[in-house]
């Protein structure tokens, strides 16, 4: 089974552009959610969807935005970018049961210089 | 408001030996926990869960234990490896009306190092 999938792995942007990630889930997994991981943050929660639909948002400006098509694969899209948005973004995706775990892709380390 | 919290930064033990990892949580709704492994420049690995039900989930060399009173839950690893070096994260998810697990909380996580 193959697991989650990130692309692209390396990203380098400049200041005020935007930039679109993307997430294939693991098979049958319908969840979706997006992290960003910072030396100083930590990991972070940004959103996530299931069937298509937003049901979770953190605590971050509205420049973050993603979305999910119907064969659960999600894209995250960040507008204007800052150069704090540097960070590692990870994807994760879980089956809608109670008490399982998430299982992460290897992320995109974007850089905006 | 960090509602999960990993106060050790760093852990150095010697291969072989046991590593405790901690983590401290304040929300009491919080009732499913996940420790994750994490080598750099990759995605986080799960590694163990424990349900608010017990306090012991074991497998293989990883035990973790849950003290829900202290709101407190740790992480063993015996005997210690090279290979285990890494940082761990403790995550506690949190369901909503649809009663499905994610949005994890993360720890800022502990970076353990085993010496050979």
């Known amino acids: 089974k193959a697991g989650v999938t990130q692309t692209p792995r390396y990203l380098i942007k400049t200041r005020g552009q935007q930039v679109t990630l993307s997430c294939s889930p693991i098979?049958?997994?319908?969840?979706v959610s997006w992290y960003q991981q910072t030396p100083g943050q930590g990991l972070q929660f940004l959103f996530e969807?299931?069937?298509?639909?937003?049901?979770n948002k953190g605590n971050f400006p509205g420049r973050f935005s993603g979305r999910q098509f119907s064969n659960s694969r999600s894209e995250m899209n960040v507008s204007t970018l800052e150069l704090g948005d540097s960070a590692l973004y990870l994807c994760?995706?879980?089956?809608?049961?109670?008490?399982?775990?998430?299982?992460f892709g290897q992320g995109t380390r974007l850089t905006v210089v | 408001d960090q509602q999960v919290k990993q106060n050790s930064p760093s852990l150095s033990v010697q291969e072989g030996r046991i590593s405790i990892l901690n983590c401290d949580y304040t929300?009491?709704?919080?009732?499913?926990f996940l420790w994750y492994k994490k080598y750099p420049a990759e995605g986080p690995t799960f590694l163990i869960s424990i349900s608010s039900i017990k306090d012991k989930n074991e497998d293989g060399r990883f035990t973790v234990f849950l003290n829900k009173s202290a709101k407190h839950l740790s992480l063993h690893i015996v005997p210690s490896q090279p290979g285990d070096s890494a940082v761990y994260f403790c995550a506690a998810p949190r369901g909503n009306s649809g009663g499905s697990n994610y949005k994890l909380t993360f720890g800022k996580g502990t970076l353990l190092t085993v010496n050979p």
């Open positions: 994760a995706s879980s089956s809608n049961r109670e008490g399982t775990e998430a299982f």
């Open positions: 098979s049958g997994h319908r969840s």
């Open positions: 969807y299931f069937s298509e639909t937003q049901r």
């Open positions: 929300n009491s709704m919080f009732d499913y």
